[in-house]
């Protein structure tokens, strides 16, 4: 891009981060409106709550200040481009989301929005898009299977209150998935306008007796909680699911050795394939959990096995409060993998690097609206 053309981006953008939600705005209203087969694609929920919505055109707005070195945004774009993947976003699909977010932008720039100006945001918008596109292409490459498949639901089984595993196997893939990953599920529930598409994570690294993921019923009102209540109530065994290829980039990193797994509520849900994987490594990982109560313990009788080979250390918050700094002293020399919803992973972090944990140690995976990994 020539370097006229990057001043403006870089001149513009301030003005156009401040007035982002009317971007959003005009942006999701239009492309709907031109293409309302996307209905099914996006999040309904997360649109009328306001996460993803802006998750997807401010990243846009934000990578402008790679735009000297737009190949620095890759290792951002890759989380992304796996949810991309697992939701079937094909290149096909950049050009509509680049001209209704251009459309957006201009009625936000008004008079300001001079041809030149915005000549100079469809580049690079063209530019971002391709580096998504090539990232994709090797993921659609990798990836275990093509598009969505049905499975056959095999197992149901009540982990705690709210959280109902499912197993579910195929006749038509045969695959392999990596502790950490998600899948996504595309279902149809009857009282909803449109299929819905959720990610949601596996629990098991083991395969032989059908996949298994995990579902969180939430919300209770018409805000959140759509799909997770159609697959609590209606999704039994024998039905059929529609899942696209294992996804996501929360994984173990082969040369940690000393490990320290701490999970909140939900956020057992990947991390106990990320203890299995250790466990099989032969490594001695250690395992702190966080849950309101018994009532709300998934993995019960799972964690307890774990408790026989490594140290587990579950405490219900209700009774004994919540994680802090003395369940982690003497830990530091530990590679800490995280998984728990947004507040618990910032409490958490944050009680780790005052306890004198290297940021360079600590992986993590928010659950929840912005993620959109365990749906609603
Ligand atoms: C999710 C960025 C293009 C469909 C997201 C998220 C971001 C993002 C930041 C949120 C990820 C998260 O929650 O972890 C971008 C950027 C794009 C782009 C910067 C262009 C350069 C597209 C295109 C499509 C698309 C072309 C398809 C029409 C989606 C969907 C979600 C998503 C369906 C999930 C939303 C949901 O949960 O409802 N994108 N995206 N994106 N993106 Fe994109």
């Not at 039905?239 to 173990?252: H, R, V």
Request: glycine share 8%; with cysteine.
């Amino acid at each position: 891009m020539e370097l006229h053309k990057k001043e403006i981006i870089k001149a513009t953008v301030p003005a156009l981060e401040e007035h982002g939600t009317t971007i959003t705005t005009v942006f999701y209203q239009n492309m709907f409106k031109k293409h309302p087969d996307l209905l099914n694609m996006f999040n309904q929920t997360n649109q009328k709550v306001g996460d993803q919505p802006k998750a997807l055109a401010f990243t846009v707005l934000q990578a402008a200040r790679h735009i000297d070195d737009l190949e620095a945004i890759v290792p951002a774009v890759i989380g992304i481009a796996h949810k991309h993947r697992a939701l079937n976003v094909k290149p096909e699909h950049y050009p509509i989301v680049g001209e209704n977010l251009l459309e957006g932008i201009k009625e936000v720039l008004g008079d300001a929005a001079t041809p030149e100006i915005m000549d100079a945001w469809e580049e690079y918008y063209g530019e971002i898009a391709q580096i998504f596109i090539d990232v994709e292409a090797g993921m659609y490459k990798e990836a275990e299977w093509d598009g969505f498949v049905p499975f056959k639901v095999t197992g149901k089984d009540q982990l705690s209150d709210d959280i109902v595993r499912y197993t579910v196997k195929s006749d038509e893939v045969d695959f392999d998935v990596r502790a950490g990953q998600y899948i996504t599920v595309k279902v149809d529930p009857s009282d909803y306008p449109y299929e819905a598409l959720r990610h949601y994570s596996i629990c098991s690294i083991h395969t032989e007796e059908g996949l298994q993921f995990a579902v969180k019923k939430e919300g209770t009102d018409d805000t959140a909680g759509v799909v997770s209540h159609h697959m609590h109530d209606d999704v039994q065994v024998g039905d059929t699911l529609e899942l696209s290829a294992p996804a996501g980039d929360f994984l173990l990193d082969p040369a940690d050795e000393k490990l320290l797994f701490i999970a909140g509520g939900v956020g057992a849900t990947p991390v106990m394939a990320m203890i299995e994987e250790a466990i099989e490594a032969g490594k001695d990982p250690k395992f702190i959990y966080s849950v309101q109560n018994k009532g709300m313990h998934p993995f019960k009788d799972e964690m307890q096995e774990f408790g026989e080979r490594i140290d587990v250390k579950v405490k219900y918050s209700d009774d004994e409060g919540f994680l802090n700094h003395e369940d982690f002293e003497g830990l530091q020399d530990r590679s800490v993998y995280i998984c728990g919803s947004m507040h618990f992973m910032n409490a958490m972090i944050k009680v780790l690097h005052e306890v004198g944990f290297s940021e360079d140690n600590i992986h993590f995976e928010p659950f929840g609206p912005k993620m959109s990994l365990v749906g609603e």
